[in-house]
């Protein structure tokens, strides 16, 4: 492992690669002894011509590095990454950000859209037994992790947007997004909120929080 | 990634330790200050001349540890976030000390007062110097603010120490400025 201007880089290769939902891929890579990193942080891919940043949802002593990557339409990275063989190697930088867990000070509130569930995973993945998860998809296929999220904390939460089938629902979700949940459901208080998703929703709690949550502490993490 | 987030629309801001903050909370007048001082440190060293590589890598080395102290003021003393930022140690400001005692030998001795001004890149840094001097008063509203009679904590008095020796390094480079362009001090005739 080298290091480039103070952050280690270093190659992996393509283990797994399988779908974990419509359009959501995991990819899971060889993990390098002395490859570590704190759960929620993410590494750099670094490809032919461009980078791209994911969150490990695995955990640092677990034996591969595992990423859940949402295909984008003429994406580069979901282009090459769909075309990749097993056993290809993969250069990366990291571990990079600082969006991690901060210590039980407040009761934890995630919320997540989408891939945004990824730092959460590895969250639960490492032990945080305790918290509200808000899961928000747009319908219940994309509920990526599920059954580890719901085993892990009891607060786990979907948030299904999108209008569904009855007999399609999941146990405990709540259907609209998750800015309505926190708007109704979650009683005043103190709390440490990590946002990890969308602008839009994170705009969007924001406001909320400074609206009805006032002292209460705030990280987020903006996926594009 | 986009620039904008829409998150501080209402007059809050997040800090690094995650608290939201009023944009007039004296934490962040003062790393605003520390950041508007960098900005025009930056403007110095644009208007150095070509051949003075060695001033203009030693104004960005100031520059990266203006952006971590920058950090240390945006984050609440003692918050798990700290430990991800790097040890703000007293190191910095002996460096700066060695600077101006460098500075100092290579001038003609100063018997008179000067005038903000001469080559633009002088100017420059004596702007730099007063911005450096109110973001000093401002960390120091800080420190009283928050840490009252207690007394800032030994990282913060790093910085305090750091941007006290910024503002006389700043001055001599004002004076290395105009020297260097051949122009000397522009005296005070009062």
Known sequence: MERVGGTPRFSARLVDRHWLAPGILELRLTRQEGVTFIPGQFLRFVMDGYERDYTMVSTPDAKTIDFCIAMVEGGRFSRDIQKADIGTPFELTGPHGHFVFQGPANSAVLVATGTGVAPFVAFCRSGLGTGLLLHGVGAPDRLIYRDILQSALPGYVPCISRPFEKMDRPDNAFAGRVTHYLEQQLTQGVYDFYLCGRGAMIRDVTALIDQQFGDSRLFIETYD | ?190
């Open chain 2, 1 to 190: 990634m986009k620039i904008y987030t829409g998150t501080g629309d209402r007059g809050k801001t997040s800090l690094f330790s995650g608290e939201r903050v009023s944009k007039s909370s004296p934490r962040l007048e003062a790393y605003g200050d520390l950041d508007e001082l960098n900005s025009v440190i930056g403007a110095v060293a644009s208007a150095l001349d070509e051949g003075q590589s060695g001033l203009k890598d030693e104004i960005q080395a100031i520059q990266a540890l203006l952006l971590e102290s920058g950090a240390w003021l945006a984050t609440t003393p003692g918050a798990e976030s700290t430990r991800f930022l790097k040890p703000f140690t007293i190191d910095p400001a002996n460096t700066l000390e060695a600077a101006i005692d460098r500075m100092n030998a290579s001038l003609p001795e100063l018997k008179h007062f000067v005038l903000p001004g001469g080559h633009l890149s002088a100017s420059l840094a004596h702007m730099a110097r007063t911005v450096c001097r109110r973001t000093e008063r401002r960390v120091i509203e800080l420190v009283e603010y928050e840490d009252g009679e207690s007394g800032p904590s030994q990282t913060m008095q790093h910085i305090l120490v750091f941007l006290n020796r910024l503002s006389d390094y700043l001055f001599l480079l004002a004076r290395l400025c105009n020297h260097n362009q051949g122009q000397g001090d522009v005296q005070w005739n009062g």
